[in-house]
């Protein structure tokens, strides 16, 4: 991993993690570069991975507080909203994409280890996510969240073809 960069996401990289970002559409939702910009203006954490100058990874996360929960309904954030209807003092993964050719490298496990590390320094007690059920089950997801001990909570269905399963870890 010595070659790898871990950084905050800048004016620099997110055109970059935008583009890694359509490439994992379904498993994350799709987001013009105008609303992922605007929503790494809005997070708490964020965080890519540069390979060569090349963006493989990126994390954008939210805290749970009144100014997140303002902007999150600004944007009608469904997800965001259900989550915050359950579960109190939490870190929201709202997107995480690896590019496929650098996945099994453990990548995303050390963007969760910094998104954990993040979490303990500013005394977070959860952090939460939600995968997709439908359109098509994110079964690699569901895996890689277990490995970090994430459970549910409970699943929504929005529609007839949007269905999420909502996740929680406890921060010791």
């Known amino acids: 991993m010595k070659d790898f960069i871990f950084e905050p996401i800048n004016t620099n990289t997110i055109q970059k993690c935008h583009e890694l970002n359509e490439k994992n559409v379904p498993n994350v939702g799709s987001r013009s570069l105008k609303g992922l910009t605007n929503s790494l203006e809005n997070s708490d954490y964020s965080e890519c991975i540069l ?15 009144e100014i997140t929960k303002s902007y999150m309904e600004q944007i009608d ?9 359950r579960v109190s003092n939490f870190l929201y993964i709202d997107r995480i994409a690896v590019d496929i050719e650098y996945r099994n490298k453990k990548l995303g496990s050390q963007l969760y280890s910094n998104i954990v ?4 320094n500013n005394s977070i007690t959860s952090l939460t996510a939600e995968i997709n059920l439908l359109p098509s089950i994110n079964i690699s997801s569901f895996e890689f969240h277990k490995k970090f001990n994430f459970y549910e909570i409970d699943t929504v269905k929005y529609s007839e073809d949007y269905e999420v399963s909502l996740q929680k870890k406890e921060i010791n």
Do not use: A, T, Y
């Open 51 to 65: 390979f060569r100058d090349q963006v493989v990874g990126f994390v954008i996360c939210f805290l749970d507080s």
């Open 77 to 85: 954030h469904k997800n965001f909203r259900e989550i915050s209807n």
């Open 117 to 120: 590390d993040f979490s303990k």
